[in-house]
């Protein structure tokens, strides 16, 4: 059974660096017919689809946040990172690591995280 | 303010039919397949409907999605207290160039 797991900091200061990792078990993040992404929800908000990777390192990402965001895997650990620069109170949120079925094309996320919850807070 | 628009609330009592509708556009739900996701207190998003009506392994046969024009539309007939929650429309937006979500909807049973 596939599983992601969330791990990183719980709390970041304003104007920093917001870093987090998803660790996939069960699986392999070298698979041909799946991105890999990442999806934030604000306390009591919607969700948020930040972007999505591929094992080969290719990427797309939300319009929105394009500028301040990086998504990366480490396929010798089976993981993916997120650092979204420049953080701010808006980016306080519980960030979810999920599994893109399809990739581009498709909002199908078909295995997700527990989540990780991170404050931006001084 | 989301792409896809949901209504805030919906509910009904054990055994009722709720229905819960997503409108959008050409660009998401008129030209590309919806999901739908259910998310219980305190848990992560779990994917309910696929493909606009496929539901996923183990997703019981109560829940049931349409596609029609922009429009979309998940229903949960037989409500029982344990669907008490919160469910989210989903689909790729050519204009955006990525996923988008709808606002969501809480579900309460009565």
């Known amino acids: 059974q596939l599983q992601l797991q969330e791990s990183g900091p719980g709390l970041v200061k304003p104007s920093e660096t917001l870093s987090l990792t998803c660790t996939v078990s069960?699986?392999?993040?070298?698979?041909?017919?799946?991105?890999w992404a990442w999806i934030r929800q604000p306390p009591g908000k919607g969700l948020e689809w930040i972007g999505s990777?591929?094992?080969?390192?290719?990427?797309y990402y939300n319009a929105s946040l394009k500028s301040r965001v990086t998504i990366s895997v480490d396929m010798s650990e089976n993981q993916f990172s997120l650092r979204l620069r420049s953080a701010t109170a808006a980016d306080t949120a519980m960030y979810y690591c999920?599994?893109?079925?399809?990739?581009?094309?498709?909002?199908?996320?078909?295995?997700w995280g527990q989540g990780a919850l991170v404050t931006v807070s001084s | 303010q989301s792409v896809l628009t949901q209504p805030p609330s919906a509910s009904g009592t054990p055994g009722q039919r709720v229905a819960i509708s997503c409108s959008g556009g050409?660009?998401?739900?008129?030209?590309?397949?919806v999901y739908w996701y259910q998310q219980l207190p305190g848990t992560a998003p779990k994917l309910l409907i696929d493909?606009?009506?496929q539901r996923p392994s183990g997703v019981p046969d109560r829940f049931s999605g349409s596609k029609s024009g922009t429009s979309a539309s998940l229903a949960v007939s037989g409500l029982r207290a344990e669907d008490e929650a919160d469910y989210y429309c989903?689909?790729?937006?050519?204009?955006?160039?990525?996923?988008?979500f709808g606002g969501g909807t809480k579900v309460t049973v009565l």
């Open positions: 999920a599994r893109n079925e399809g990739g581009q094309y498709y909002a199908h996320f078909d295995y």
């Open positions: 069960g699986g392999s993040i070298r698979s041909s017919t799946h991105y």
């Open positions: 990777i591929y094992y080969s390192g290719n990427t």
């Open positions: 050409r660009s998401n739900i008129g030209s590309n397949y």
């Open positions: 493909r606009n009506n």
């Open positions: 989903a689909a790729w937006d050519d204009t955006v160039g990525g996923p988008v």
